[in-house]
C-alpha cells in the first residue's frame, strides 16, 4: 500500500534552514510527480513546490530559498528551506500523483498525501 511519511518539521529562527523529508513506501516515488504544500489556519492548502522528473515549479514566496531534491535510493523527497521567514510558518505537506513527464500545482490533482509536519519559524 502506497505511503508517504513526512518528517523533519519543527522550531526555527528566522533567517535559518529546515530540510523536510517525504520518505514513500509501496511504490517507486521515481514515477510520480510530487508536490509540497503548506497550510495555516483558515486559509487553503498553498503550492509551494511541485515537480516532475524534468521540471520544478516554485511559488513566487519561496523562490531562490527553497529547492527540491529527490534521492531515489532511498524513494525519499526533500523539501530544502533557506532563509526561513515567520510567514513560512504552516504545517506542510507532501502529495504524490503518478506521472513522471508533468508536475502538479493544484492540490487536487494529487491522490496520496503525507501526514503533514509542522514548521514554526519564530525568534
Known amino acids: 500500500q502506497w505511503q508517504l511519511v513526512e518528517s523533519g518539521g519543527g522550531l526555527v529562527q528566522p533567517g535559518g534552514s529546515r530540510t523536510l523529508s517525504c520518505a514513500a513506501s509501496g511504490c517507486t516515488l521515481d514515477d510520480f510527480a510530487i508536490g509540497w504544500f503548506r497550510k495555516v489556519p483558515g486559509k487553503e492548502r498553498e503550492g509551494v513546490s511541485c515537480?516532475?522528473?524534468?521540471?520544478?515549479w516554485y511559488a513566487d514566496s519561496v523562490k531562490g530559498r527553497f529547492s527540491t531534491s529527490r534521492d531515489n535510493t532511498e524513494n525519499t523527497a526533500r523539501l530544502q528551506m533557506y532563509n526561513l521567514k515567520p510567514e513560512d510558518t504552516a504545517v506542510y505537506y507532501c502529495g504524490a500523483r503518478h506521472s513522471s513527464n508533468r508536475f502538479y500545482t493544484r492540490a487536487s490533482e494529487y491522490n496520496f498525501w503525507g501526514q503533514g509536519t509542522q514548521v514554526t519559524v519564530s525568534s
Open positions: 515537480s516532475s522528473k524534468r521540471a520544478t
